[in-house]
């Protein structure tokens, strides 16, 4: 056993030192690692997350609930932020096979166990947990001893104009403790919110059963549930939001430094590819999901998504690759305000990769006034006459179907080793020529469109051999644009995340 000690000391040792050495912010004592439920179905990890100075402890949950992404994935973020004095305990997939299945429920819990947030001791009752989870993480929480519990959950609607949800609401135990930041978390949050129906309100206690109840009544913790509201807002609002309010107190309570921002942190461990993914207005509903599910396709790469507030407020800094997704590129573009814009050019031309999808392809042409010019190449867009139709855009060519492309020579080498000829999934994307701006480089073809499809017969014969997918450099970074929906069949995902690799520097 005492080797283990000493090892793990070593190992602590080591990540301090290695830290150093990059500058990366992080506690210099260092992080503890390990897992609640270990060795069940059920086993999810902890980090124990030191800080130099003492002070409080606090333990951070997410995703009790596994159909509340939000929590989960701010907690992730949050426990790599520096922390200077005090512990920061950081559970940040509790329920991890509900997150995965993206259900309330425990999958596999018992009848009657499923809502694990209803599992935990109730007042005046025993102080047992009910259901392996539950009794696991109870024993845990009991022994850290915390000083806070601050447990991140999402509602279905704002309180404020559906009561019978607690969505947008700070959810506290009503200590000293909690009555004195609770005003000034609500202030930062809704700082962020122009509607005041929308805005996050406080309610009190937490419900009979829940981690925040019991840890308050049992082990005298002050303990808040954090409620954002997945109604009709992205995800990347929502975890802003999540943020905001945990930074909010961890910086009243000296966790963090007070002119630290609620930063969006990778690990500084890890030399796998950080991929940012645009989710924002103009991301069609499904779009960053299904470049979610690609991007993790690529060995330890870490996929986030950003929206354009978090990208104005720099968070691609962290990230080596930017994707946007299918949608509309003018409103992507809109989303991202001539600021954004700028950022994401100054982001490529230093060294940041660029992948677009169909209106992503749209976003980084040269001949929209809101395109963003990475890339030497114009789109088929103009207005036509249509006879008996009057003057119709040339870009709209109909619903979604089914095209052929042709990979070829560099695309083999740069998309990997598949048939000459595929089918793809076709969205009205750009159908693409050469722009001939002398300030460019001139793009590479990866693969060829080998069908077309058609809305007017003005557009028939444009689309067959057009390229399909094209790869540029714009200053020292790496630019891919892509027409079609790879992203949208499984069995076209790995092309997809090769030319992620690529263009990430990989
Ligand atoms: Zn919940």
Not at 97 to 126: H, I, W
Not at 208 to 215: D, N, V
Not at 249 to 257: R, Y
Not at 359 to 388: D, K, M
């Amino acid at each position: 056993m005492k080797w283990a000690i000493s090892y793990l000391w070593l190992l602590f040792a080591c990540v301090a030192f290695s830290q150093i050495e990059t500058g990366i912010e992080q506690g210099e004592i260092g992080i503890e690692q390990g897992e609640i439920a270990a060795g069940s179905r059920w086993e999810t990890p902890y980090f124990i997350i030191h800080g130099k100075e003492p002070g409080p402890k606090l333990i951070l949950t997410g995703g009790v609930h596994g159909n509340e992404p939000a929590g989960s994935l701010a907690a992730e973020q949050i426990r790599n932020w520096n922390i200077l004095r005090g512990t920061l305990v950081v559970i940040p997939r509790v329920n991890a096979l509900g997150l995965e299945a993206n259900t309330r429920f425990v999958p596999g819990a018992e009848q009657g166990e499923q809502d694990l947030n209803r599992n935990f001791p109730k007042p005046g009752s025993k102080n047992e947990a009910t259901g392996a989870l539950a009794k696991s993480l109870w024993e845990f929480v009991t022994e850290q001893k915390p000083d806070w519990l601050i447990d991140l959950h999402e509602g279905y609607g704002f309180h404020q104009l559906q009561p019978g949800s607690v969505g947008s609401s700070i959810i506290d135990s009503d200590t000293i403790e909690t009555d004195r930041s609770v005003p000034s978390m609500l202030h930062a949050v809704n700082a962020g919110i122009g509607q005041e129906k929308l805005q996050f309100v406080n309610l009190s206690p937490p419900i009979k059963g829940s981690l925040a109840r019991a840890t308050a009544e049992f082990l005298g913790a002050s303990t808040m549930i954090l409620e954002t509201t997945s109604k009709d807002q992205r995800l990347p609002f929502r975890v802003r939001q999540q943020r905001v309010m945990v930074h909010e107190l961890l910086s009243q309570i000296g966790m963090i430094a007070p002119d630290a921002t609620p930063s969006m942190t990778p690990p500084a461990d890890g030399d796998g590819l950080k991929i940012a993914i645009f989710d924002d207005e103009g991301v069609s509903s499904n779009g960053a999901d299904e470049v979610v599910k690609t991007a993790l396709q690529i060995p330890r790469a870490l996929a986030w998504r950003v929206d354009a507030e978090d990208i104005r407020d720099g968070a691609l800094k962290r990230f080596d690759l930017v994707v946007f997704p299918g949608g509309s590129g003018s409103k992507e573009a809109a989303a991202l305000q001539e600021s954004g814009r700028g950022i994401i050019r100054d982001f490529v031309e230093s060294g940041g990769g660029y992948v677009g999808i169909c209106a992503g392809a749209y976003l980084a042409a040269a001949n929209y006034p809101w395109s963003l010019r990475i890339s030497n190449h114009q789109t088929f867009c103009e207005s036509r006459e249509v006879p008996g139709l009057g003057k119709k855009s040339m870009w709209y060519r109909g619903n979604s179907a089914t095209v052929a492309m042709e990979l070829s020579a560099a695309g083999k080498s740069v998309l990997g080793d598949f048939p000459d000829t595929l089918q793809v999934r076709y969205h009205n994307g750009p159908i693409v020529s050469a722009a001939g701006l002398d300030s460019l480089p001139k793009y590479q073809v990866l693969a060829w469109f080998r069908s077309e499809v058609s809305q007017y017969d003005l557009q028939q014969g444009t689309m067959t051999g057009t390229p399909a997918i094209i790869s540029t450099e714009f200053g020292n970074g790496r630019v891919l644009c892509v027409s079609p929906h790879p992203e949208s069949t499984d069995r076209l995902r790995p092309l997809l995340a090769h030319g992620m690799e690529w263009a990430g520097g990989r």
